[in-house]
Structures are given as C-alpha cells and as structure tokens.
C-alpha cells in the first residue's frame, strides 16, 4: 500500500514537473521563466507604446499579429501604463548582452526590455510564441481571445552564431524560398544564413565584371531536361532584398564563394584559370563525378586578379564581416602536375600542395583583411597551417579525437559536423532528438577550452532533395532543435519538455505553409 502511495505521489509530481515545464511554449527555450498568475488580454483599445528608435520593431509587431486579429493597433510614443505592450531600451540590461531581453507578462500590460533593438526583436518573437497559434494565419480569426500567459522572462543566446548554410549552387533556391526561410529563421531565434552561392554546378551570384560566370555557368545544357526553377541566380539587385529582409529580422547573409576546389562551373566561363585550361560542360550533381579534378591554378597571378576583382564586388555587395571562402574537397592532383603550381612551391620554398592551398588561403585572408573584412573557411584550410584571425567552420566528423585536438586551436570555430547538422542526411541517421542531443563544446567541465567556439549551424546540400517540399522536411523540425541547441543553455535543456513544445510549434510550421518530416 505504502509503495502505491508512492507510485502515485511520484506520477503526481511528474505531472506537475512536466506541466510546469510545458506550459511556456517558446522555442529556443528561454533561460529564466518566472511564470505568473492570469493573462494579459490584446483587444483593439491595447496600444504599443515605444520610443521612437523603437518604432519599426513595434511596425513589424503589428505586421504579425494584426491581419488574425482583425483590428489595428494604435502605436503611440506616451506610455499609459495599463493596457499596452510597452518597449523599451533599458542600457541597465547590458549583462544580456546585444541579443538579450527582458519581458514581463501581467493583467496589466506588457512590457518588453532590452539593451538594444536586437534583443526587442527576439522579445517580439517570444510574444508571437505566447499568442495562440491562430495568431499566424493571415486573415481574420473569429472567436479567439489574443490571451498570453503572465509571466517573468530574462532571455539571452548561449551562442553568438546560431546558423544555416543553404546550398544554392547544385540547385537554385528562389529569392521568394530564400525570404520563407529567413522568416522561420527569425522565429526560432536563429540569425546567420550561409549562402553556398557557388560550386561545381552553378555560379549563383551577378558578378556585373564577369557577365559570362552567370551567362554560362548557372544554366545546365537543355539535354538535361532541368526544372526551371532549379536554374538561375541572383542579380545584385535581387541579393541586396535578401539582405535587407534578413536584416529587419536580424539575419545576417554571409555569402560563401568556393575556392581553390569545387570550382569547375568557374571553368565554364574561364577555363584559362584552371591548371589544364579545358573548358568544363556543368552537369546537375547526379550525372557526373561528384568531385571533379579542375581547381584554380595557384601558380597563375591571373587567378588571383579574377579573385581580387570578384571578392571586390562581394565584399562591396554583402554587409556581413564574414566572406566565407569554402577550401573543402580540393583535389591537388593536378597542382602535383602542373608546371605553374610546381614554381610556386619551389619560389615560395612550401613543403607540398597542402601548403600551397595554405599559402592561397593566407593570400586571400590578407586581401579580405584589407576590405575590413574575416576570413571563414571548412575546416581543411588548417591543414597545411592557418592563421589565427580566420574563422574555421567545423565539418569532418565528431568524435572523441576532433574533441581532443581542436581545442588547442586558437581560431575562432562554428560547429556544423556532419555527425549532428548535416541536414541533406536522412533522418534515420541524423533525427531531430539526436540534433537536439549535440552540445557543440570540447569540454562541458572546462569553459576555457570552448571559448572560441561562436556557434552551430545546421548544413543543407541540395544534390538529391530539390524541390521546395523535400527541402522543407530535410530542414524542419530538425532546425528547431539546432535552434535550441544554439540558443538555451545546456543544463536548462530537456528533450521531453522540447517534444511537447515542438507539437504546437508544428501546427504553426503548418500555417506558414512549411512541410516537416514526420507528417505532411
Ligand atoms: C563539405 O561538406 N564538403 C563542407
Ligand atoms: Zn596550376
């Protein structure tokens, strides 16, 4: 009898811990919930109260949220201290950082804290997350009363760099797909999208002194048969919308531009800057070598003039600090063989080819340098030695021997390994609990050793899924959990809290017109 009154003491407890857990469906979970008693109710008499460096964030605030509920919210600068969402710039909030928020829920009002307009942002999706989930249809919702719950939230990232690389070259990804996913980026919190613009199937990007690289290399031959919509590029035009809609949702483009390997579309246009100088014929990923042997001719002073003069218009193009430079998968094969390659190696007095790809990479560092620029690459860009100011974006498996070697570099470094946040993977070998399950660090028990570790992404290669679809359930749910795992702390994480929160999270995939693994 004893051990019955135990058993159901212990369920009842479990109930109210998963309750208590739950009740706050916020996805990345905050750090600190202090949950209130009653509701805050939005009607049409509520108005948005916000100084006027706050005038766009209470803007888009309304954008979200008005077309469900059917009435216009009036945004005034004069708080009246009872039914409005207030904003405000509060400096004594420095400790949360750039990106932090404070945000308190009462029957009274609400108000929304942060140190910057950063934080606001991310208050602001927070509120979105409160509301129920009818909130995101875009028209009128009958019926419904726009409660959130009252409570205390004190909110920050655990990581700066909470990322998504976005494969645009084997298969062109639209501007209208692009904007759809920055959105629900911006919504789970996350804020760098990685734009592989260019590799062995397509130059993706308008590079308006070399009209040829699109002109040729972003379309295959019409033997191929290829679907529109999996051709194309972004005209500079087009790049500078994408950026500036990343940019209302603090998103920021860091565009990728493959070097000295995965290059052979270039070589469509300008076959001179291979070793061999043959004129490559693009194939989509399947018909053809997965890696192919053409690479920049290091030893030829006119591939880096055709760099220099690209990255200008790159650097001139994307706001971000970062031009990530690839360096992956760079067969030097024919670097062994040619006769310019080979002169470099010996004027310069190098070791081997890793050296030489070292050598093009510190060369390339240097020039970005001189724009105000950083330098990201792969992570084979250590291998014939890196310098300590470029970024390094961790790829090669996780295992115990990466966790053991890398911390004693002292460049700065993303997570993105293939074992968690390879998202072209099938979800039987990456599923989202074991997504969730990642904590990108060396060593919990030594801060020291992961201080230069700035975040996590998540990786989508589009060789085999390629339409918009497929793409949706190889990124989704899987990038709420990398949400999270950038986001909230590791000891405040639990992935049974996380499942029940992600069930009302997929209802709203569902209205924003997103597919995710599992159901649709
Ligand atoms: C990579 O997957 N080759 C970076
Ligand atoms: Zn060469």
Redesign the pocket.
């Known amino acids: 009898m004893r051990r019955l009154l135990l058993l159901v003491q212990f369920l009842i407890s479990l109930t109210v811990f998963v309750s208590a857990q739950t009740t706050v469906r916020v996805i990345p979970k905050p750090q600190s919930v202090q949950e209130g008693k009653g509701v805050f109710t939005i009607s049409s008499t509520t108005t948005l109260s916000v100084p006027d460096v706050l005038k766009k964030g209470a803007i888009q605030l309304k954008n979200y949220i008005v077309p469900a509920m059917g009435y216009d919210l009036a945004i005034t600068s004069k708080p009246k201290g009872k039914n409005e969402i207030e904003f405000r710039i509060d400096k004594s909030l420095k400790q949360l950082g750039e990106e932090g928020y404070q945000l308190k829920i009462t029957p009274v009002m609400i108000c929304l804290s942060a140190y910057g307009e950063k934080g606001i942002f991310w208050g602001i999706q927070t509120i979105r997350q409160l509301l129920p989930e009818q909130v995101h249809r875009a028209a009128k919702v009958n019926g419904v009363a726009w409660e959130l719950p009252c409570l205390s939230i004190e909110d920050n990232p655990r990581f700066k760099w909470r990322g998504l690389m976005l494969d645009c070259s084997r298969t062109f990804i639209s501007k209208k797909e692009v904007k759809k996913y920055i959105e629900a980026m911006s919504y789970f919190k996350m804020n760098v999208l990685h734009l592989h613009l260019t590799d062995d199937q397509g130059w993706r990007i308008e590079i308006k002194k070399y009209p040829e690289l699109t002109r040729i290399a972003s379309r295959f031959r019409p033997s191929y048969n290829e679907p529109e919509e999996n051709q194309g590029f972004y005209s500079q035009e087009d790049m500078k919308e994408i950026i500036g809609f990343a940019a209302d949702r603090n998103v920021e483009i860091v565009p990728e531009i493959e070097m000295p390997g995965?290059s052979y579309e270039v070589f469509a246009a300008l076959p001179q800057l291979s070793c061999k100088g043959d004129t490559a014929r693009i194939h989509p990923w399947t018909k053809g070598a997965g890696i192919h042997n053409e690479i920049f001719c290091a030893g030829n002073d006119q591939t880096f003039e055709f760099l220099e003069n690209m990255l200008d218009e790159i650097t001139t193009l994307f706001p971000s600090q970062y031009v990530h430079i690839?360096g992956?998968?760079a067969p030097k094969a024919h670097w062994k063989t040619c006769a310019k390659c080979q002169k470099r190696i010996k004027d310069l007095g190098l070791k081997d080819e890793n050296e030489l790809q070292s050598w093009f990479v510190k060369r390339i560092e240097k020039y970005l340098n001189g724009k105000g620029k950083k330098l990201i690459g792969?992570?084979?860009i250590m291998d014939g030695g890196l310098s300590k100011s470029a970024t390094v974006?961790y790829?090669?498996n996780w295992d115990k021997s990466v966790a053991q070697k890398i911390p004693f570099i002292e460049n700065d470094i993303v997570m993105?390994p293939?074992s968690h946040c390879?998202f072209d993977y099938a979800y039987e070998k990456i599923s989202t609990e074991k997504m969730y399950s990642f904590n990108p660090v060396f060593n919990q028990e030594k801060p020291e050793v992961n201080k230069n570790i700035l975040g996590v992404q998540a990786?989508f290669?589009s060789h085999l899924d390629r339409t918009s679809p497929r793409i949706d359930r190889q990124l989704f749910p899987r990038l709420l959990a990398l949400a999270e795992v950038g986001w909230t702390n590791s000891d405040h994480k639990n992935w049974g809290d996380f499942e029940v929160r992600l069930q009302s999270e997929l209802k709203i995939l569902e209205i924003m017109g997103i597919y995710y693994h599992g159901k649709n």
């Open positions: 995965h690839g992956d998968e792969w992570d084979e974006m790829w090669r993105t293939t390879y990786n290669w």
